[in-house]
């Protein structure tokens, strides 16, 4: 049994870049950006669901997704878009600004499919609500795969082992981001 129970640390420790919307160092964005991922990808399940089985209760839930979606988006756009400007290393990246790009897209898509949904959520399923959810959520995918390389790859939006750091003292080939 391991007498050492400290978490592994591989051998290339990328910098960390702590977000400025966080609390208790646990930042804002990710934990808002997961009601949108989850109500927005599904707005092409429920359209699916309602063209198989007919049953009007899925073109109204694909509706309430994608309400849903876009109001939690915003929200997390605001946050996201907050800590992109105010953290000058942030916004050096081209990840950083595809992620953005690719993300107000997302918005954009949820928009119209409120928009097409709201009069009549049953007949906009098909075509229009259908080819617009299925693009929703493939940008939905990009979109959460840009913001994960921020976050796994490049460091963003994390903090540091301050403990290790503490105890072993602090690595001296690692640079600091520049704020």
Do not use: C
Request: aromatic share 10%; glycine share 10%.
């Amino acid at each position: 049994m391991r007498n050492d129970l400290k978490q592994p640390v591989p051998d290339t420790k990328s910098h960390t870049v702590e977000s400025v919307l966080a609390i208790a160092k646990h930042p804002i964005h990710p934990m808002l950006v997961t009601f949108p991922i989850a109500f927005l990808s599904m707005v092409v399940v429920a359209d699916g669901l309602y063209l198989w089985l007919r049953a009007e209760f899925w073109a109204e839930l694909a509706l309430w997704l994608n309400v849903g979606g876009l109001g939690f988006g915003v929200l997390a756009g605001v946050v996201g878009t907050f800590d992109m400007m105010s953290i000058r290393v942030v916004r050096r990246h081209v990840s950083a600004w595809n992620h953005f790009i690719v993300a107000v897209m997302v918005l954009a898509m949820a928009a119209l499919g409120v928009w097409l949904r709201l009069p009549d959520p049953v007949s906009a399923v098909w075509p229009w609500g259908l080819l617009s959810s299925s693009v929703m959520a493939l940008l939905v995918g990009v979109a959460g795969w840009l913001g994960g390389t921020l976050s796994f790859r490049h460091g963003i939006g994390v903090y540091g082992d301050e403990e290790a750091d503490a105890a072993d003292g602090p690595d001296p080939d690692r640079k600091p981001p520049a704020e």
